[in-house]
């Protein structure tokens, strides 16, 4: 039980001009038995944060809190955390429970007969027992990462820090271990942080997500708050799949227009300027697909990717290229003339130069 604090977090590499600032000025907390994950794309700064928390990495600025006492100073071992890496780093000489073992060996003064109880009973609640006496390169990758995954939780620490842990993993298999992952984090109610750069992942496991880009962060919230109130285009563009159209408008009078498309100000938006260019998103399951010539737009279908229950219909409309999720195989053909239109709701407008949200 934990309230995990990271406040004001700087973490730069290397010096002069080769000095790259991974994170800046980051602020974020997880309640106590939260789930929080960290997403962004390669390189924003993920596991860097994460490695500050775990101590794997020296903070250059800023403190890292558990329960409200500072970890800066304390090394890994010492801050009552487990940690869960993609690659499992499993000790290749030494079996499932030996692994899971060590590093209750390590940090607790158990007895040897207390942590065979311990490494049994988290085998069987993450049903591995009858793996237990293998080493780690007779396990598969799925095998191996549950061991990994029994590793950390044997420990009962404060935090679970997850780096990727389900990257080596096929799509099927990935999607399993997500479910059970989750379901563990909830019954353990243990706090952590997990990082991915994979969005459905962060928007199906979170409690609440925290989106970064370049080392700062850019909003966090609970997933379907982010998806539909994004503050601003990248995370628009980077939450929801696929991603969101947007395209440049000009505020003339009542109505948004841009190349080859024409929609009313929604109400929310009727404060701002006429005369100015924004940019405009629409997410594809958003649009509806209406008779030509009506609607907020008229373009061609290039192309229709079936997916079973809905299809992705790539649209030109002018020089733009738009995504719209249909119903099924069959709601639009290649090479057909639609229209498209949206619910005022659905409407995102963004500060053209910043990508602020601005209605
Ligand atoms: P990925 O999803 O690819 O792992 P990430 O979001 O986890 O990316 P980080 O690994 O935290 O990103 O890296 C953030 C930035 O810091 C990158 O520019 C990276 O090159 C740089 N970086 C990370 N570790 C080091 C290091 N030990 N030395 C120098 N630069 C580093």
Redesign the pocket.
């Known amino acids: 039980m934990a309230r995990l604090e990271i406040d004001g977090l700087r973490?730069t590499?290397?010096r002069g001009e080769?000095r790259?600032?991974?994170?800046s000025d980051l602020s974020l907390s997880a309640a106590d038995g939260e789930f929080l994950v960290?997403v962004?794309?390669?390189?924003?700064?993920?596991?860097?944060?994460?490695?500050c928390v775990a101590g794997l990495?020296s903070v250059t600025d800023g403190e890292i809190r558990i329960d409200g006492e500072v970890v800066n100073d304390r090394r890994p071992e010492e801050r009552d955390i487990a940690m869960v890496f993609q690659n499992y780093a499993l000790y290749p000489h030494m079996t499932a429970a030996e692994n899971m073992a060590f590093g209750l060996k390590m940090t607790t003064d158990l007895s040897a007969a207390e942590r065979r109880e311990r490494v049994k009973s988290t085998a069987e609640l993450l049903d591995i027992g009858e793996l237990l006496e293998k080493k780690p390169r007779s396990l598969s990758g799925g095998q191996k990462q549950r061991v990994a995954l029994g590793r950390a939780i044997v420990r009962d620490p404060a935090v679970f820090l997850m780096?990727?842990p389900l990257s080596n993993l096929d799509a099927s298999l990935r999607s399993t271990m997500r479910t059970e992952i989750q379901q563990l984090q909830d019954d353990l109610e243990v706090t952590t942080v997990y990082?991915?750069?994979d969005q459905t992942e962060a928007m199906t496991m979170a409690d609440r997500i925290a989106i970064?880009r370049?080392?700062k962060l850019q909003q966090v919230g609970e997933p379907l708050d982010c998806y539909y109130r994004p503050k601003n285009e990248f995370v628009a563009q980077f939450i929801g799949e696929p991603a969101m159209n947007t395209v440049r408008v000009t505020r003339r009078g009542d109505s948004l227009v841009g190349d080859g498309f024409e929609y009313p100000v929604p109400q929310r938006a009727d404060g701002l300027p006429s005369g100015e260019p924004f940019t405009l998103g629409i997410r594809p399951e958003a649009i509806e697909i209406v008779e030509a010539g009506t609607g907020a737009a008229t373009g061609t279908v290039e192309v229709v990717e079936p997916l079973g229950e809905t299809s992705h219909a790539y649209l030109t409309v002018a020089d733009a290229t738009v995504t719209v999720t249909t119903d099924g195989p069959d709601a639009v053909e290649e090479g057909e003339r639609v229209g498209i239109d949206f619910p005022p709701q659905r409407v995102h407008l963004f500060d053209l130069d910043s990508g602020a949200a601005v209605a």
């Open positions: 973490k590499f290397g080769d790259i600032e991974a994170v960290l962004g794309p390669s390189g924003c700064g993920k596991s860097t944060t994460l490695n990495e780096d990727e990082v991915t750069h970064l370049e080392g």
